[in-house]
């Protein structure tokens, strides 16, 4: 059998598919970057219709793909997130935030507003030490990342108030 034959390469296939599906992937992209607009036009619409014609058909590929490639997307997973642990935490702070029925807010606006808090003292004790941004009312108490909900705070006060309200917090 030749490294060019049919047989060879789907013996092959089966046994590298991690790197079959890396290799698709970059087809793709390149494709892709090659003529975006056409291939938007084209590959994406015709899925984006088959997948409207064909949803159980669709959900039940979707659930043997999730089975099949399980192990490689948690070792994925996990790698990712140990490379990007800050994108994990604000991203699992955004869904609590959702679940809590906090409103979404203008994320330029409450960066805008975290750089002016930058050199603030802490609001509660007044102290300038390791200065950290704190939410007045608590995303898990459905609070906002709006920038009326934000304020400076030392980190011992921060980690003091934790998840309880602002006057509770100062009552103690």
């Not at 092959?12 to 975006?36: C, E, F, G, S």
């Amino acid at each position: 059998m030749t490294t060019n034959s049919p047989e060879y390469m789907q013996q092959w296939r089966k046994a590298h598919p991690v790197a079959v599906r890396k290799h698709r992937h970059q087809t793709y992209l390149n494709q892709k970057q090659r003529d975006p607009e056409a291939y938007n036009d084209t590959a994406t619409v015709r899925h984006d219709q088959w997948r409207k014609h064909n949803l159980e058909r669709a959900r039940q590929q979707q659930r043997k793909s999730y089975a099949r490639y399980r192990e490689e997307n948690l070792v994925e997973k996990q790698i990712y997130a140990r490379r990007h642990p800050d994108r994990i935490r604000a991203n699992n702070a955004r869904q609590r935030a959702s679940r809590k029925g906090a409103p979404l807010s203008d994320p330029a606006l409450a960066q805008e507003y975290i750089a002016i808090l930058d050199g603030d003292p802490c609001a509660y004790c007044g102290s300038h030490d390791e200065i950290q941004i704190d939410h007045v009312i608590p995303i898990v108490r459905g609070g906002s990342h709006d920038w009326d909900n934000l304020t400076a705070a030392c980190r011992s006060c921060n980690q003091s108030k934790h998840a309880h309200p602002l006057m509770e917090f100062l009552c103690r």
